[in-house]
């Protein structure tokens, strides 16, 4: 038998044979390599597209958006709390155990208002992530004074006729 005019032995099938497994071989292996490539090198553009899908889901613009009214309104029921301890501590007499307990109760209220005031301004100055979804009726930041009983409290709402929330940016 013969091909294009020259004889078929078995030493030349073979060699076809051979060389077209290595053909694929190498075909399979500058594939993988490829994908991998095209892989590692789209990586960073893959992780940026998640990030943005993942912080503009409806979940996380809901969670981002009430976290901030939850935070500033926990802010002013802590100071709710202030004002009626020092009421009471008002009532009680120096040196007693009660007495002790309320100045421990506002000690741990003033420092869990300080810590609320900090993440809500570190949240809200995240323009990336948290910060975008801040609603315009909250303050940017919100005061970080000490709170002084029967002075104003923090504002969480900011209404158009407002000039509270202009004062705090």
Known sequence: MSVFGSPVTKGKVTFWIVLVVIGIVVLNVGLWAGGLAWK?????????????EEIYSGENQLKFYNQF?????EVQTTEDSLD??????DLLEQGTREYNQTLDSITGNEIHRANLIRKYNADSSKGWTWGQFRSADLPYQ???????VGGSKTICECS??????DQLE
């Open 40 to 52: 590692s090198g789209t990586a960073k553009y893959e992780g940026k597209v998640e990030a943005i």
């Open 160 to 165: 158009a006729g407002q000039n509270a929330c």
């Open 142 to 148: 919100l005061p970080t004074e000490p709170y002084e």
């Open 69 to 73: 009214h939850d935070i500033c309104a």
């Open 84 to 89: 009626s301890l020092y009421r009471k501590l």
